[in-house]
C-alpha cells in the first residue's frame, strides 16, 4: 500500500477569492490559465504585489488550485507568499483581493506597499516533500 502526503499550499484562498478568480476565469474563458501573483519591489514600504492574469504555467511556477480557482506563483516569489492566505473583500467604498501574509512585517499608510521579509528556509523544505 503506497500512502502519499499532500504538499503544504504555498498559499491559501478563503471562499470569497476562490469565487471572485473563478468568475473572472470564466468570463474570460480559455485565454486565461490562471491568476498570476508576485511580488515586485516598489512603493514606500519597499515591495508591491502583483496579480495578472496568465496565458499558461511556466516550468517553476507554483501552481495552487482551490475551490475550482487556479493561483499561478511566481518562483521568486515563493518565500515571500509562503503562508498566505489570499481574501476578497468588499465594503462601501471599495473591494479588492487582501493578502494575509505572515511574512509582511508593514505597509504604507495607503496599503499600496508592504515590508515583506523571506520565510524560514525550514518553512520551504515541507514543500519539497
Not at 490562471?34 to 511556477?61: H, I, S
Not at 492566505?85 to 512585517?105: A, R, T
Amino acid at each position: 500500500m503506497t500512502t502519499t502526503r499532500e504538499r503544504p499550499k504555498v498559499m491559501t484562498l478563503t471562499h470569497a477569492a476562490a469565487e471572485k478568480i473563478r468568475a473572472i476565469m470564466a468570463q474570460k474563458g480559455d485565454s486565461v490559465a490562471g491568476l498570476r501573483v508576485g511580488v515586485k519591489k516598489g512603493g514606500c514600504a519597499g515591495m508591491e504585489y502583483t496579480m495578472n492574469w496568465a496565458e499558461g504555467v511556466d516550468k517553476f511556477d507554483e501552481v495552487v488550485e482551490q475551490d475550482g480557482a487556479r493561483v499561478i506563483i511566481d518562483p521568486a516569489a515563493i518565500m515571500y507568499l509562503l503562508g498566505t492566505e489570499m481574501d476578497y473583500k468588499i465594503d462601501k467604498l471599495s473591494s479588492g483581493f487582501v493578502f494575509n501574509n505572515p511574512n509582511q512585517q508593514s505597509a504604507c499608510g495607503c496599503g499600496e506597499s508592504v515590508n515583506l521579509v523571506p520565510a524560514a528556509a525550514e518553512k520551504l523544505s515541507t514543500l519539497k516533500g
